[in-house]
């Protein structure tokens, strides 16, 4: 018998020791380098000590160690100057409601597992329906991230245009099914075609239309191309290029759509929140008319990972392409949520907590103030570098992305000596960022979209940029 302290002192003195830990780690990761060396044998050599035991360590032993491991092996992507991947923190109040979400253990697939978690989805699902302007019966699903919410868009796309031409795809798959055409742009996101992969649908049995020089699709292409294609279209535009943070213009695609039997999908990983900005807001004109969209919630709401969030116009076609069941699981009622209705999956963490707290927490101007202060520091980075001889800003900073490119003082090759500068960033451990190609170039990309970067951190972060490039 697994000898566990079940007693209220023991468990007590474990989790006591477990949020000491946590706190220690966020008050130091402001100022610790964002990321440092890790030799990955060594690592794993010390993490297997002498293989899995026997009889078990002791709990807190255990969580001891994770923790010393973590100082020197977990990238401070928690922390104000991490501006990889586009990568939010985690607000307090967040990381709370989730550590909440662990002790509570709940499945957050049906209704009878847990009426608090399908409250909290059902209210912060109303909530953002209403904070980025969409219509009121759009129903929501809440996934893992960006591919998962774009993978159901996807889906409930592929249901609604094949079941208007009388084919179930769900009970009959792809075989022998009609066609559809899948349009994407040349900047589409990679989890557009993972999504399209998974689907059948094909990664590249797509027709790709011409971006312009900030990345976003080109309506007049678009209008080009749909009149040569014969079949229902799925098309996929994009709210948030990942390299330049530009927009596509929605409104002209999804009218270009409607003359077409088709279903408009929108890629808003990070690029949907600025539609809960009033100063941002005008980027996303059009977000609104698209069939689904999808975001991603731990990229700029800031809650811990993971959470993503689909949003489908039409509830029938999302919940026919998901909905699962089995004679033993216990439905809903119809004023009541099932989660598994909405994803594709049943078995899943309650993510609404998070959501239903971060949102409570800031409010609309609160929302609106993160984005804005974001969007403000990555204008700050980009005239804070361009300032500088051998710098160029790739793109119009117009939400959080800032594309650098940099000019070897040999005069030599300007790819090669980019990459060694963000070799030395990343070295550095001051702040970290990763590279890109755009149009052809190698560039640095920087992304800002945690709570607490600010102006100091940027000036920091541009101090050392520039010192890694010797200029």
Not at 326 to 338: C, I, L, P, Q
């Amino acid at each position: 018998m697994i000898d566990i302290d079940q007693t209220r002192a023991g468990r007590s003195e474990l989790l006591g020791r477990t949020n000491e830990l946590a706190n220690d780690f966020l008050d130091r990761v402001v100022d610790r380098p964002v990321a440092q060396p890790v030799e990955f044998d060594k690592l794993l050599a010390e993490m297997r000590a002498e293989g899995l035991p026997l009889d078990g360590d002791d709990p807190k032993q255990v969580i001891e160690q994770l923790a010393n491991l973590a100082d020197r092996a977990v990238v401070a992507t928690a922390g104000p100057r991490y501006f990889g991947f586009v990568v939010g923190g985690s607000l307090p109040v967040a990381v709370a409601a989730d550590w909440l979400t662990s002790v509570w253990d709940q499945n957050a697939a049906f209704y009878a597992h847990s009426p608090l978690a399908a409250a909290a989805e059902q209210i912060s699902a109303e909530w953002l329906i209403q904070l980025f302007g969409l219509a009121k019966s759009t129903s929501v699903g809440f996934v893992s991230g960006g591919t998962m919410a774009n993978f159901t868009g996807l889906a409930a796309g592929r249901h609604a245009l094949l079941a208007k031409l009388g084919w179930d795809v769900e009970r009959q798959g792809l075989f022998g099914a009609p066609a559809i055409t899948v349009v994407t742009s040349d900047e589409s996101h990679v989890s557009v075609f993972a999504s399209l992969q998974m689907l059948g649908l094909g990664s590249e049995r797509v027709v790709r239309v011409p971006a312009d020089d900030q990345g976003r699709m080109r309506p007049d292409q678009l209008r080009s191309v749909l009149p040569d294609i014969r079949t229902p279209v799925l098309v996929c535009a994009q709210a948030g290029n990942v390299n330049t943070g530009s927009f596509d213009p929605i409104a002209e695609i999804a009218a270009c759509v409607r003359e077409h039997p088709g279903w408009l999908h929108v890629d808003g990983a990070f690029g949907l929140w600025a539609a809960a900005s009033p100063a941002q807001r005008s980027l996303t004109q059009g977000i609104e008319l698209a069939d689904s969209v999808s975001v991603d919630c731990h990229k700029w709401l800031n809650v811990p990972y993971d959470s993503g969030l689909v949003f489908v116009r039409d509830a029938a076609p999302h919940q026919a392409a998901m909905t699962l069941n089995a004679s033993y699981y216990v439905t809903a009622r119809r004023a009541e949520r099932d989660g598994c209705n909405w994803v594709p999956e049943a078995s899943r963490r309650a993510r609404g907590f998070a959501v239903y707290a971060a949102l409570r927490f800031l409010g609309r101007k609160g929302i609106a103030e993160l984005i804005d202060r974001c969007c403000a520091r990555a204008r700050q980075m980009a005239g804070r570098l361009a300032q500088a001889p051998g710098v160029t800003i790739l793109n119009e900073v117009v939400l959080n992305q800032v594309l650098v490119r940099f000019s070897d003082p040999s005069g030599k090759d300007d790819d090669e000596f980019t990459a060694k500068v963000i070799g030395r960033v990343q070295e550095d451990g001051t702040c970290w960022l990763g590279g890109t190609m755009w149009h052809g170039l190698h560039a640095m990309r920087i992304s800002i979209s945690n709570w607490s970067t600010t102006e100091k951190d940027i000036d920091l972060s541009a101090e050392a940029i520039l010192g890694c490039a010797e200029i």
